[in-house]
């Protein structure tokens, strides 16, 4: 296996054996890894010194179910902190395979003019991948869907990309990453934190992956990794909510928004309520309907990349039956139209769409147009005023750049006090008055507002505070505590975070995902190792952040959730400063 | 005297909902005698208690699948209620610290998992 590096400065390239240290890294563990040793805390995200990091996880590119992630990495021009963003794709595969450990893109060109693109391909006569570059500025300046047929025409149908859109050659706070999906649809997202931007910065816009001929992944304990995948299989197959026709096939993540709304927790029209009387029309029990009724039969979801078998991606399609978008998320749904005061399922699609078309974080763009909204720039509920700003972003005009910075920078320029934010970060669709819980890991992350920092595995997790209970203010910490670095092991799994669901209900699940890491690895790792190595990786990524210049006054939630009672429980965030900070303080 | 409660029904239970029935939920206003109960109220709708999963009563968690402490729960005049089906999902990260009615909080805490799993229908948990 390899660390490729590629300096866009002069467009070298190095081939590196991976240093012992690294070893047993991967995923998301490995980007923070190489960030912290590498990248000086105070780089300017955008500048020369700062690095974009791809990993993918530990049984990424073998037949493990639902595991063709990959982790983008490095400092993040939204939060000025470490960032991590875990994407599904068939790029995730296809860079695993080709026994890349970790590619880094390092330098910047001095040219500001031209974009380049990244050909990667296997040299079966050197038995190793050959790098080629390739003048991308012709895709520049356009819609990701017009363009990203053009690389499947030149480069052949078997590939995959990685990229950035046209906010990522602005230098937006809300660019992300885009992938492929197995459609060849440039729809799947390392949405957050503005890594879209590092990538636009350095001037690279594509990342083509041909892995014809490549060797695959080697697996030390083939027996070994074999039961853990079946257990893991067992499981995904046997629960209700990641069966074949269970929630997340049926409904996809956007299942949850009527469960949000009901509980109060669904953050509507900029944080002000935790229910929006539209719900039921734009969640994903509405959309299965709507596509049911327009096209005339059920309609189940799809994997986003090869090897998912619990398949939650959804679609979207219009009267005529004609695709709006794929895939309408649970954060993307609430976040363009909950927050927004949308109800209206087409234009939420519609917007979505054209996230995707721009290489726009949905979360932080939905978040930001609520801002704006609040500010009066258009009105709560204006689906078309509402698309109208996602074309400005698009088209870079001086509405558009403001909004592109992301959310906390809109609010301050709109003058708006109510700005969502945690270190820089718009919050996803969690309310944290309404689910305190959840609220302690927003704080505390290292991500700045993350939902899906603070995911939880297995059950013996609960006795890590001791006897805390998980309801008391202590508990919570604990738990978050647990939660967030059990999550940061998943992500450096390769597994998607949905296996949490099953896994935290039956047993064997969690025990297979070990063995499969075990089999890969040849390591002998046990669920008290999940707990350690997570933790670690939050150590690196904390001791970035603190040198970057992170306090404990970053790890809270914006003052406005400790002063205004939300509807309809009108409740506060009351978890006291000491808990948040006890959060970190027994890492 | 009757109360009158404002129900909710998601995805597949919306057909309790009869002519109620949207694109994937219904919302329908049910009489009921004072003093009725959630089982009452189930009863009325002639909907089996197993096919419901997450129940919110006045959006506190009052059921969950397989823990169903709010049957004899009960109800007063305007209380919403709603009731999901069991594809349906609140995974515990983001259902840690809501509120639940006290029925179902006293349950969960006095489990040995502290209610930490999503289905509780075959204490599968090990
Ligand atoms: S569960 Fe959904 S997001 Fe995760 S890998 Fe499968 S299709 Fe992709």
């Given at each position: 296996?390899?660390?490729?590096?590629?300096?866009?400065?002069?467009?070298?390239?190095?081939?590196?054996?991976?240093?012992?240290?690294?070893?047993?890294?991967?995923?998301?563990?490995?980007?923070?890894?190489?960030?912290?040793?590498?990248?000086?805390?105070?780089?300017?995200?955008?500048?020369?010194?700062?690095?974009?990091?791809?990993?993918?996880?530990?049984?990424?590119?073998?037949?493990?179910?639902?595991?063709?992630?990959?982790?983008?990495?490095?400092?993040?021009?939204?939060?000025?902190?470490?960032?991590?963003?875990?994407?599904?794709?068939?790029?995730?595969?296809?860079?695993?395979?080709?026994?890349?450990?970790?590619?880094?893109?390092?330098?910047?060109?001095?040219?500001?003019?031209?974009?380049?693109?990244?050909?990667?391909?296997?040299?079966?006569?050197?038995?190793?991948?050959?790098?080629?570059?390739?003048?991308?500025?012709?895709?520049?300046?356009?819609?990701?869907?017009?363009?990203?047929?053009?690389?499947?025409?030149?480069?052949?149908?078997?590939?995959?990309?990685?990229?950035?859109?046209?906010?990522?050659?602005?230098?937006?706070?809300?660019?992300?990453?885009?992938?492929?999906?197995?459609?060849?649809?440039?729809?799947?997202?390392?949405?957050?934190?503005?890594?879209?931007?590092?990538?636009?910065?350095?001037?690279?816009?594509?990342?083509?992956?041909?892995?014809?001929?490549?060797?695959?992944?080697?697996?030390?304990?083939?027996?070994?990794?074999?039961?853990?995948?079946?257990?893991?299989?067992?499981?995904?197959?046997?629960?209700?909510?990641?069966?074949?026709?269970?929630?997340?096939?049926?409904?996809?993540?956007?299942?949850?928004?009527?469960?949000?709304?009901?509980?109060?927790?669904?953050?509507?029209?900029?944080?002000?309520?935790?229910?929006?009387?539209?719900?039921?029309?734009?969640?994903?029990?509405?959309?299965?309907?709507?596509?049911?009724?327009?096209?005339?039969?059920?309609?189940?979801?799809?994997?986003?990349?090869?090897?998912?078998?619990?398949?939650?991606?959804?679609?979207?399609?219009?009267?005529?039956?004609?695709?709006?978008?794929?895939?309408?998320?649970?954060?993307?749904?609430?976040?363009?139209?909950?927050?927004?005061?949308?109800?209206?399922?087409?234009?939420?699609?519609?917007?979505?769409?054209?996230?995707?078309?721009?290489?726009?974080?949905?979360?932080?763009?939905?978040?930001?147009?609520?801002?704006?909204?609040?500010?009066?720039?258009?009105?709560?509920?204006?689906?078309?005023?509402?698309?109208?700003?996602?074309?400005?972003?698009?088209?870079?005009?001086?509405?558009?750049?403001?909004?592109?910075?992301?959310?906390?920078?809109?609010?301050?320029?709109?003058?708006?006090?109510?700005?969502?934010?945690?270190?820089?970060?718009?919050?996803?669709?969690?309310?944290?008055?309404?689910?305190?819980?959840?609220?302690?890991?927003?704080?505390?992350?290292?991500?700045?507002?993350?939902?899906?920092?603070?995911?939880?595995?297995?059950?013996?997790?609960?006795?890590?505070?001791?006897?805390?209970?998980?309801?008391?203010?202590?508990?919570?910490?604990?738990?978050?505590?647990a939660f967030q670095a059990t999550t940061a092991f998943i992500d450096s799994s390769g597994h998607c975070l949905f296996i949490a669901f099953p896994i935290l209900d039956i047993a064997s699940g969690y025990q297979g995902m070990i063995d499969e890491c075990n089999g890969v690895l040849g390591t002998k790792w046990t669920a008290d190792d999940v707990l350690r190595i997570g933790g670690e990786i939050l150590k690196v990524e904390r001791a970035f952040n603190e040198a970057a210049g992170f306090t404990k006054a970053h790890d809270r939630v914006p003052e406005?959730?400790?002063?205004?009672?939300?509807?309809?429980?009108?409740?506060?965030?009351?978890?006291?400063?000491?808990?948040?900070?006890?959060?970190?303080?027994?890492? | 005297?009757?109360?009158?409660i404002d129900v909710w029904l998601y995805g597949e239970l919306a057909k309790y909902g009869g002519e109620q029935a949207k694109a994937g939920f219904a919302n329908l206003q049910i009489n009921l005698p004072e003093g009725a109960t959630v089982a009452d109220l189930l009863t009325q709708m002639k909907m089996p208690t197993e096919e419901r999963g997450i129940t919110f009563i006045n959006g506190l968690l009052s059921a969950m699948p397989g823990v169903q402490p709010d049957l004899a729960h009960v109800l007063h005049d305007g209380d919403r209620v709603a009731?999901?089906?069991?594809?349906?999902?609140?995974?515990?990260?983001?259902?840690?610290?809501?509120?639940?009615?006290?029925?179902?909080?006293?349950?969960?805490?006095?489990?040995?998992?502290?209610?930490?799993?999503?289905?509780?229908?075959?204490?599968?948990?090990?």
């Open positions: 296996m390899w660390i490729v590096r590629i300096n866009m400065t002069d467009r070298s390239v190095k081939f590196e054996d991976v240093p012992e240290k690294y070893k047993y890294l991967a995923g998301r563990g490995l980007t923070s890894h190489i960030i912290y040793d590498e990248v000086p805390p105070l780089a300017h995200p955008l500048g020369p010194s700062n690095k974009l990091v791809f990993a993918t996880g530990i049984v990424t590119g073998t037949s493990a179910p639902t595991s063709a992630r990959v982790s983008a990495g490095g400092k993040s021009p939204l939060t000025g902190g470490i960032k991590e963003s875990n994407a599904g794709s068939p790029w995730a595969h296809d860079l695993a395979v080709m026994r890349i450990k970790a590619l880094i893109l390092e330098g910047l060109p001095e040219d500001k003019k031209t974009f380049w693109g990244i050909h990667l391909s296997w040299d079966a006569d050197a038995g190793k991948p050959r790098v080629e570059f390739f003048d991308a500025t012709e895709y520049t300046g356009k819609d990701l869907y017009e363009v990203s047929p053009k690389l499947f025409e030149r480069f052949g149908d078997r590939i995959s990309f990685a990229g950035c859109g046209v906010s990522g050659e602005y230098g937006y706070g809300n660019a992300g990453i885009v992938y492929n999906d197995l459609a060849k649809r440039p729809s799947r997202y390392s949405g957050r934190g503005g890594l879209g931007s590092v990538m636009g910065s350095k001037r690279v816009k594509f990342i083509v992956i041909d892995a014809k001929g490549a060797p695959g992944v080697e697996i030390v304990d083939k027996a070994l990794f074999d039961e853990g995948r079946k257990k893991m299989i067992d499981a995904i197959r046997s629960h209700d909510i990641t069966k074949p026709k269970g929630g997340l096939n049926s409904f996809g993540t956007a299942v949850l928004i009527n469960i949000l709304n009901e509980a109060g927790g669904l953050p509507t029209r900029n944080f002000s309520s935790g229910r929006f009387e539209g719900a039921a029309k734009i969640a994903g029990e509405a959309l299965f309907e709507t596509n049911k009724q327009r096209l005339g039969k059920e309609l189940y979801n799809h994997a986003c990349s090869p090897g998912c078998i619990i398949q939650c991606s959804n679609t979207l399609y219009d009267e005529n039956g004609k695709e709006i978008t794929s895939c309408v998320e649970y954060e993307s749904d609430w976040a363009l139209g909950a927050n927004c005061g949308i109800d209206d399922l087409d234009a939420i699609g519609e917007m979505v769409q054209l996230c995707n078309a721009y290489g726009l974080d949905t979360i932080e763009t939905g978040c930001t147009i609520a801002v704006a909204m609040e500010a009066g720039v258009i009105p709560f509920g204006d689906a078309k005023g509402a698309i109208q700003l996602i074309h400005e972003m698009g088209k870079g005009t001086h509405m558009g750049r403001i909004l592109g910075a992301g959310t906390e920078t809109a609010g301050k320029v709109l003058g708006v006090t109510r700005v969502p934010t945690v270190k820089g970060q718009s919050m996803p669709a969690y309310e944290p008055r309404a689910v305190k819980g959840i609220g302690v890991t927003y704080a505390t992350t290292t991500m700045g507002a993350d939902h899906t920092a603070g995911y939880t595995i297995a059950p013996e997790i609960l006795s890590v505070g001791g006897k805390a209970d998980p309801l008391s203010n202590e508990g919570k910490a604990a738990l978050s505590r406005f959730m400790k002063r205004e009672p939300l509807p309809p429980h009108n409740q506060v965030f009351d978890i006291p400063d000491e808990v948040l900070d006890a959060v970190y303080a027994e890492l | 005297m009757t109360i009158r009731f999901f089906h069991l594809r349906s999902m609140w995974p515990f990260q983001y259902r840690h610290g809501a509120s639940m009615i006290g029925e179902l909080a006293q349950e969960l805490t006095s489990r040995e998992d502290k209610g930490i799993h999503h289905d509780y229908r075959h204490e599968r948990s090990g």
